[in-house]
Nanobody, 127 residues
Framework: EVQLVESGGGLVQAGGSLRLSCAAS????????IGWFRQAPGKEREGVSY????????NYADSVKGRFTISRDNAKNTVYLQMNSLKPEDTAVYYC????????????????????WGQGTRVTVSS
């Protein structure tokens, strides 16, 4: 059974940090690039960050550049999202997703190109 399980969300004050984890099972993890997405209430799901299969290529939404860092440990089948200097506007449910179908890395924000999705973890940043 294919699974992506996010963890690490919670309530944090503005300026604080959280580290999200995305644990994968049921598929060959290092064949897949991973994206992190988020969805705030009443808003569309948006891309936050992306990491290639090997981890050598990463991308970030402009809104999180310089504050968030994505990484992966293929030996542990896990991707991480370190989130620093959190802002109230970062409040959302965060999802990880796996894909083998990106023709170009710059298309990483397109949700329909992802094969598997986790159930999400909620992040709330208080002001």
């Amino acid at each position: 059974e294919v699974q992506l399980v996010e963890s690490g969300g919670g309530l944090v004050q503005a300026g604080g940090s959280l580290r999200l984890s995305c644990a994968a099972s049921g598929f060959t993890f290092d064949d897949y690039a991973i994206g992190w997405f988020r969805q705030a209430p009443g808003k569309e799901r948006e891309g936050v960050s992306y990491i290639s299969r090997s981890g050598t290529n990463t991308n970030y939404a402009d809104s999180v550049k310089g504050r968030f860092t994505i990484s992966r440990d293929n030996a542990k089948n896990t991707v991480y999202l370190q989130m620093n200097s959190l802002k109230p506007e970062d409040t959302a449910v965060y999802y990880c997703a796996a894909t083998t179908r990106l023709p170009f890395a710059r298309l990483w924000v397109l949700t329909h190109l992802y094969d598997y999705w986790g159930q999400g973890t909620r992040v709330t940043v208080s002001s």
